[in-house]
């Protein structure tokens, strides 16, 4: 081993370290190849800015007197799950005002809430520090007496209140487009009939899991950037899939690798948690999350530096809605950013859904953030599973019936 | 010069080859950017004028002379920039590539001139960052 993460820490904290956006290692070792920039280099910083639909609030809500036992709960019209200690509460990011009611006597504020706002919206709100109305109805206990509370919250007037996020950072994803015949209103946009368009997810080479493709560096216990503050990675995330196909270089073909994510949501900052809203899908929420990767060894650096035309997506087609949805082959990101790729001989405008602007500044601002000893790295305290697979989910009994 | 107008017609004015009149009697060209005509109905077109700024001002008042409304407040595409997050989305519905991803920065831009103000881009925007000024 070339260095360890203690022996980094030191640097940072002397404010010595040599710290790269993924980018500019990329573009370094074209120049003086993997052996030289193991050697120069200290830390190399990736981000990403995309829609992460499996992210949610946690918070606490402090006791009222005489004290309530919370059992529905609405934010904004917005319904959080209460099922859990009396006053503590998760606002997932995609739960909608209209799904979930909002209560009875609720009939003339229900004309008030838009419709294009979910837990997403509410969860921007909180941070950039507005106030959220609060609704709740308790169940009456001993312990409990109060039936309802309705007030207005900050983030400065709840106790811990803090992003738990059971699927952030997919490694790779797919590309979606729309071999039907009318348009389709998805979780990536609007998909135009007769291949009308392309849309990617993923910001390809610079996404932090496609730099650590088998997750050997980071792990449980990696300090992170999320939403502008400090998290950490908690988990494998739901959906983790590292036993997906993958190319010689390690990158997997299709939706692999998922992490769950923790971080101290009053740290962070509305220009990187953003509500978000797709026509006729749902509502969703937009996070900038970045990774550091110590430069351990050289193999660090060479996994570091692939380039958007040596990982590829698969191009599916969202006009059969099955579980298994046929696919048009696999593209490459170098392909997807180009603008337009070729699909059964017929060129198809590609857009992207990941900020790449926003993606590399997450990682530039972790760069600064290093670079001026503000934050340090850690080691993982365990690493996460490699062998996973992906469960479909079948009526049990289905398959002996079907024999 | 070059003038961004919108016309409406009555129902008697669509009869009328309005565009050939325009480049015959006044020397103006018309771009036509979107339109919506047919027989016996209220028709919109929204062009762009181009010529001598004396013979487009004429072709107007002889257009508001035969009952087109001409309007030279036209609906344009705003781009709320505190808003946007240069996702890129609404490139991949923009069919005049009016709105784009710069290649090197990946900031979003927007061609006014191309745009034909289909507003298609304005539903497919996750963050509502898009909307007309009418």
């Known amino acids: ?403 | 010069m070059k003038k961004r107008v919108t016309l409406t017609f009555p129902r008697r004015a669509v009869q009328m080859p309005v565009t050939y009149r325009l480049a015959k009697d006044f020397n103006v060209a018309t771009n036509i950017i979107r339109a919506q005509v047919a027989p016996n109905q209220v028709g919109k077109l929204v062009v762009e004028l181009l010529g001598d700024i004396d013979e487009m001002d004429a072709a107007i008042e002889w257009m508001r002379s035969q009952d087109i409304t001409v309007s030279l407040a036209s609906r344009e595409i705003l781009i709320d920039e505190e808003s946007c997050v240069d996702c890129g989305l609404c490139t991949g519905v923009c069919p005049t590539q009016a709105l784009i991803l710069d290649p090197d920065t990946y900031q979003l831009k927007f061609t006014r001139s191309r745009c034909v103000v289909c507003e298609q881009c304005i539903p497919a925007c996750p963050v509502q960052a898009i909307s007309t000024n009418f």
């Open chain 1, 1 to 403: 081993m070339l260095r360890t993460v203690a022996e980094i820490n030191e640097k940072i904290q002397q404010q010595k370290a040599v710290v790269l956006t993924v980018e500019e290692l990329k573009a370094r070792v074209q120049e003086v190849g993997v052996t030289q920039t193991t050697q120069e280099v200290d830390v190399i910083t990736t981000g990403t800015f995309e829609p992460m639909e499996s992210t949610g609030a946690i918070f606490n809500l402090g006791h009222t007197d005489p004290p309530i036992k919370i059992r529905q709960c609405w934010l904004e019209g917005v319904p959080a799950y209460a099922g859990l200690g009396a006053v503590d509460l998760y606002l997932g990011a995609t739960v909608m005002a209209e799904y979930g009611g909002l209560g009875d006597a609720e009939e003339s504020r229900l004309n008030t809430v838009l419709p294009e706002r979910g837990g997403g919206h509410v969860i921007e709100d909180l941070i950039a520090g507005k106030p959220v109305q609060l609704r709740a109805l308790g169940q009456v206990t001993d312990c409990y007496p109060r039936p309802s509370f309705e007030t207005t919250i900050t983030r400065d007037t709840i106790n811990q209140f803090y992003l738990f996020n059971p699927r952030n950072l997919y490694q790779n994803f797919i590309v979606g487009v729309n071999g039907g015949d009318r348009t389709l209103y998805t979780y990536l946009g609007p998909l135009y009939p007769r291949l009308g368009n392309a849309v990617y997810s993923n910001p390809g080479a610079i996404s932090p899991l496609f730099n650590d493709p088998q997750l050997e560096i980071i792990g449980i216990g990696t300090k992170i950037f999320l939403g502008g503050g400090i998290g950490y990675i908690t988990w494998e995330g739901t959906q983790h899939f590292p036993l997906q196909k993958r190319l010689p270089n390690e990158t997997p073909i299709g939706p692999a690798a998922t992490l769950a994510v923790i971080g101290d949501a009053k740290q962070m900052t509305p220009q990187w948690v953003r509500g978000c809203y797709f026509k006729n899908y749902g509502a969703s929420i937009m996070l900038g999350v970045g990774v550091p990767l110590p430069v351990l060894n050289e193999q660090v650096v060479a996994h570091a530096a692939i380039q958007d035309q040596d990982i590829v997506a698969p191009v599916v087609d969202f006009s059969i809605p099955r579980r298994v949805r046929p696919t048009f082959g696999l593209v490459s990101y170098a392909h997807l950013k180009s603008g337009q790729i070729k699909i059964d001989g017929q060129m198809v405008r590609t857009a992207p859904l990941a900020s790449i602007r926003l993606s590399r500044q997450v990682a530039l601002e972790l760069k600064q953030w290093i670079s001026l000893g503000q934050f340090t790295l850690t080691e993982p305290v365990a690493p996460i599973p490699g062998d996973r697979t992906f469960l479909p989910q079948d009526r049990w009994g289905s398959q002996r019936a079907s024999e």
